[in-house]
Structure formats: C-alpha cells, structure tokens
Nanobody, 124 residues
Framework: QVQLVESGGGLVQAGNSLTLSCVASGRTFSRFALGWFRQAPGKEREFVAAISWSGGSTYYADSVKGRFTISRDNAKNTVYLQMNSLKPEDTAVYYC?????????????????WGQGTQVTVSS
C-alpha cells in the first residue's frame, strides 16, 4: 500500500503562485509514476500533470502548460506541483496519485493510489 498526503493548498489571488506537495509513505516511492489531478465542483476529475518514476518525462494538460511544473524528490518521497499565474478556473480540489506503471500517464484509470486532496481557490 501507498499512502499519499497532499498539502499546500489555500486561497490566492489570480496571478499569484502556489506550490502543492504530496508526501508518500509505504512502498518504494521511486518505482511509481506520479500525477496530479483536480476536480472542480460539478465537474469530473481531470488530469493536470504527470511525471515518470525517474522524473525524466513529464506531461501537462494544455490548460496548465507553461504555468504549472511537476517535479519529484525521490529521496524525500515527495512530488510537487508548482503553480504560477493562477487563474480563477484553476479553482479545484487537487489530488496526487501514484501508478505502478513507471512511465508517466494522463489516464486516471492507470493510477492505483490517491490522496485525499487539497483545496485550491483562486480569487479574481
């Protein structure tokens, strides 16, 4: 089992930045691909960013490309999501997820473990 705990969410004004963290415990962190997803009220959970087990490959949703950066520190069992130039439409609960597949993937069905989520609210 892998337990994932997100932190770093909060209320920010549009144009500002926020960094989310997700700490994993349990099985070998470095063997998992990791991803960030988000879910706004009344909407389905959507892909935001993913990173391969080595950190060598990353993928982003078009809506966040150029503004968000995913990274990982395997020594700290932590994955990060740096969010810049935030917009009100980025408001959502953000979830980190871990996949047994070591390659980065956008498909939420490929993720085996999920955190509880952290709320990000961007005011205009």
């Amino acid at each position: 089992q892998v337990q994932l705990v997100e932190s770093g969410g909060g209320l920010v004004q549009a144009g500002n930045s926020l960094t989310l963290s997700c700490v994993a415990s349990g099985r070998t962190f470095s063997r998992f691909a990791l991803g960030w997803f988000r879910q706004a009220p009344g909407k389905e959970r959507e892909f935001v960013a993913a990173i391969s087990w080595s950190g060598g490959s990353t993928y982003y949703a078009d809506s966040v490309k150029g503004r968000f950066t995913i990274s990982r520190d395997n020594a700290k069992n932590t994955v990060y999501l740096q969010m810049n130039s935030l917009k009100p439409e980025d408001t959502a609960v953000y979830y980190c997820a871990a996949s047994h597949r070591m390659g980065a993937t956008k498909d939420r069905n490929q993720y085996d473990y999920w955190g509880q989520g952290t709320q990000v609210t961007v005011s205009s």
